[in-house]
């Protein structure tokens, strides 16, 4: 079988949010995290199912069927977890499209360990929601595939890599090399366990591009993102010169699009927000906004120009960066294969 990472913009299944609860880092805020996850459930579900994992499913279910309509509940897999936090980024499941000679093709998740970006937080309740959540998904035939073995000896979160489709992972070399992810490591050996893992046929490793506060040591999905037609969009603590320089498989140079960089502040705190943390979805995209009209309207204009094929659907992600996160951080897409399409 020959296994790939699939772009974001191509067709999924579903994507997964965690929900929030009240003995996460959201209980001060709960109420307007919980619009806001409401809000995020509103738009996926007019576009494909939505997984949510939650430790309180009555509840939650509750809330979701006062706001969606009978058909949208239809679209809605509810999966009981235990969890520590939100972030379904980084904890969900990496999953590769595997295609048999026959063209048959199934679903493989893997599971890498999650552990709270270097064990900054708790995360052991996390680390565990796709061996339960998914393999319950498997086995109720939701989804058509398996759970990959043996990748939780390493350390790896879905915002710290970007995939083309074609067999190139982007990825930064601050997030990836930081402490206590994979040491002792070297660079060298941690390229080779991407290639191997992901089953891709190069890593491009980005110097540049870590926004102040990030408690991730760099996602790439916070500066730098691929789009259609070897499109990388970019914010400016990305390094222009070095984007510049890197080339497709092809030889042939991608097209930039710069996005605007938003200054949020709570309290005096300045928060690393960001448009590039957007979300593709079937038939749309979902971009942060942050109440700063002229701005949010260009970033928009931006991304419709990198995916004009979809609808640019704004959600203000201004009380998910009060806990370091956006839109991207909140949610994880599965791939949907010709089976389930």
């Known amino acids: 079988m020959r296994y790939r990472l699939p772009a974001e913009w191509e067709p999924q299944c579903l994507v997964m949010l965690t929900w ?103 995360a052991e309740l996390d680390n565990r929601i796709t061996r339960q959540v998914f393999k319950e998904l498997l086995d109720d035939e939701v989804l058509t595939g398996e759970i990959g073995s043996g990748n939780d000896d390493f350390v790896l979160e879905g915002g710290s890599i970007e995939s083309d489709g074609k067999g190139t992972v982007f990825t930064t070399e601050c997030c990836l090399m930081a402490p206590k992810r994979n040491q002792p490591l070297t660079k060298e050996d941690v390229e080779q366990e991407l290639l191997l893992r992901l089953k891709a046929k190069r890593i491009i490793w980005l110097q540049h591009g870590a926004l102040a506060g990030d408690d991730t040591d760099g996602h790439i999905d916070t500066t730098v993102r691929i789009a259609p037609e070897d499109t990388i969009l970019f914010s400016s603590p990305a390094d222009k010169k070095e984007l510049e320089g890197l080339r497709t498989l092809d030889g042939k140079q991608y097209r930039l699009m710069e996005l605007p960089l938003p200054i949020v502040e709570f309290d005096g705190e300045k928060l690393p927000a960001t448009y590039a943390n957007f979300l593709i979805i079937n038939g749309a995209v979902i971009v942060p906004t942050y109440n700063i009209p002229d701005m949010d309207a260009k970033a928009c204009e931006i991304i419709q120009t990198a995916f004009p094929d979809r609808k640019i659907i704004a959600i203000d992600a201004t009380t998910i960066v009060r806990q370091h996160g956006s839109i991207h951080c909140c949610t994880m897409q599965v791939p949907a294969i010709k089976d389930m399409l």
Not at 26 to 47: F, G, H, Q, S
Not at 81 to 90: E, I, S, V, Y
Request: with cysteine; aromatic share 10%; net charge negative.
């Open 20 to 122: 929030p609860h009240q003995n996460t880092d959201w209980a001060p805020y709960l109420d307007e995290i919980t619009k806001t996850y409401v809000e995020m459930a509103n738009v996926i579900t007019r576009y494909e199912k939505l997984l949510v994992v939650t430790p309180n499913p009555v509840e939650v279910g509750a809330t979701l069927s006062k706001n969606l309509s009978n058909s949208q509940m239809a679209r809605v897999v509810i999966g009981y977890c235990k969890t520590n936090d939100t972030w379904a980024r980084d904890h969900g499941p990496i999953t590769l499209i595997g295609t048999e000679n026959d063209g048959q093709e199934r679903l493989l998740c893997l599971d890498f360990r999650f552990n709270g970006w270097g064990e900054k937080f708790p």
